[in-house]
Structure formats: C-alpha cells, structure tokens
C-alpha cells in the first residue's frame, strides 16, 4: 500500500502526521466554522489549506514528497472528511440547542423538524 495512498515508508508516519495530527486540526476547523455559521464551502477551501500544510509537515519531517498531486489529494480527501463530520457534529449540537422547539436530534450528525 505504501506509494499509492502515502510515500512514507512506514504507515505509522502517514497515520500520526495526516490522520491523528491533521484530522485534529481538520476536526477543530469543521467545528469552528459551525460555530460561526460559515458555509460549508469556506470548510472545503480551509481543508484545501490544511492539506497543503500536512504535506509540508511530511516533507519536512520524514523527506516526503512535495510535487506530486497523487499525495495532496489523498491528503485533501481524508481531512475533508474528518473536518465534515466535525463541522456537522456541531451544526446538530446548534440547530437542536438554539432550536429545540423547531429540531430534534435524530442522530450525531443529523436533525429533523418536529412533528
């Protein structure tokens, strides 16, 4: 698997530096743009941002490589998701809070009009 989803030489890197140390960000980042009732569209290019940054960190800590896309875009799509679930997590937690008598929870990550 190594050198067609990450160049690391060992999945451990790729996992600590995207996933753990990236998806926190990428969670926190979600959140705060529910929290301040941004569009999900500024989430995407903020998640284009953090990819940049997370290949930079590979880069500069474990020799990654910077010039290939293949690498960003695996990147992109694993704190897209992380930062989506993150940003609807909260967007549940504000619709069902600051409009109990209009939405109740029907999930973690959704909400549904009251009957």
């Known amino acids: 698997m190594s050198g067609m989803l990450y160049d690391e030489s ?3 890197q790729f996992f600590f530096i995207t996933c ?3 998806g926190w960000a990428a969670w926190m980042t979600g959140k705060a743009c529910a929290q301040t009732w941004r569009p999900y569209g500024i989430l995407v290019f903020y998640m ?3 990819s940049f940054g997370v290949r930079f960190i590979h880069h500069a800590l474990f020799a990654g490589t910077m010039e290939v896309i293949h690498f960003y875009v695996t990147d992109f799509v694993i704190l897209l998701i992380i930062g989506s679930l993150g940003y609807r997590y909260t967007r549940t937690a504000q619709m069902t809070t600051q ?3 209009l939405y109740e929870k029907t999930s973690p990550l959704s909400w549904k ?3």
């Open 99 to 101: 409009y109990h008598w």
């Open 10 to 12: 060992s999945f451990w």
């Open 20 to 22: 753990v140390l990236g």
């Open 113 to 115: 009009a009251r009957s």
């Open 48 to 50: 284009v941002l953090l």
